[in-house]
């Protein structure tokens, strides 16, 4: 998302040769939806990829209204009938014959969940998708979808300070044997120890309008951040790698999916791989940055509202 949208002008050569590098590096797993840019984030893959498909597994979204090739604000569509309009289009954006895994974006209250498993299920008959998967769902729409199509996956925010996940999604889905991947496992780049005030991104950035970044609620998060930083420095490595250490030690269950635009960062965060963290460190990090420590949601209300909990 980040190399079309939200976080700072985009800068296609160095995108793409992020990507080539993630290849070459052995990070296949590319996730993009039709909402990023909207479009253009799916058509930089399509452009990237040629030549490169059967290399990388490719999962995009669908969920949103569109108006004039531009998002409708934050309204949702996964009536069938669109859901199969928006795979085409991201078929030909991708400029690829099948998408490996498919996720409704955001549960959509209009349309029940059966219907979207079941529309989902016939792309997979019709070969147009390999995968089923949901993004933000609680529990109720999970086992419903399930119980009429298997979902593979999960896609929510989850990272040392987003925990929400802990107590009633991450039981279900491992009793059903479904994958969960983790979106902004940094906390949207908190958790690299280069955070800002809010009001020092520019107004085009996501950040400027996070509630986590914001005033009272940024000062109660660093100090509860400093001991990532603290660990870091002791282990010779990043705040980051720190970060997506304790995510890659929860389970093998879990894929963590860092967004980055720079080859830089890009080898930063597959570094952290190598990092093995003690139990004493797993414990401190647990208790630094525990649910209560960390100050304001993850969303503004208006985004808040559209996630399934």
């Known amino acids: 998302m980040g190399m079309s949208q939200s976080y700072g002008a985009a800068d296609e050569p160095e995108s793409i040769a992020t990507l080539y590098r993630a290849i070459e590096l052995g990070c296949t797993f590319f996730d993009t939806a039709e909402v990023y840019g909207p479009f253009t984030n799916e058509e930089l893959l399509g452009r990237s990829l040629e030549g490169r498909r059967d290399q990388v597994l490719l999962a995009t979204k669908f969920g949103f209204r569109f108006e004039g090739g531009k998002a409708a604000g934050m309204e949702l569509d996964s009536r069938p009938e669109h859901i199969r309009l928006a795979v085409d289009g991201s078929l030909r954006r ?41 993004s933000e769902a609680g529990v109720n729409t999970i086992r419903r979808a399930h119980a009429v199509f298997p979902v593979s996956v999960v896609q929510s925010e989850y990272s040392l300070w987003e925990r929400n996940l802990e107590r009633d999604v991450l039981p279900v889905l491992r009793e059903l044997g479904i994958g969960l991947v983790a979106f902004s496992p940094l906390g949207r780049g908190f958790l690299t120890g280069n955070a800002k005030r809010a009001e020092e991104y520019p107004p085009d950035d996501f950040r400027r ?15 509860a951040a400093q001991t990532v930083r603290e660990i870091a420095a002791s282990q ?47 414990a401190a990090l647990d208790e630094a940055l525990a649910p209560e ?17």
């Open 94 to 134: 991708l400029r690829t014959g099948y998408i490996d895994l498919l996720y409704q974006h955001r549960v959509d209250p209009a349309v029940p969940i059966e219907e979207v498993a079941g529309a989902v299920g016939e792309l997979i008959a019709d070969g147009k998708v390999r995968f089923f998967g949901l």
């Open 209 to 223: 309008g996070d509630p986590r970044y914001q005033g009272e609620n940024y000062d109660a998060n660093v100090q």
């Open 293 to 309: 420590k960390i100050a304001g949601p993850r969303y503004n209300a208006a985004r808040m509202a559209q996630i399934d909990r």
């Open 236 to 282: 010779h490595a990043t705040p980051a790698q720190i970060a997506l250490a304790w995510l890659l030690q929860r389970g093998e269950d879990i894929v963590p999916i860092p967004g980055t635009k720079r080859r830089t960062y890009l080898q930063e965060n597959i570094a952290a791989a190598a990092f093995k963290l003690e139990p004493a460190q797993i």
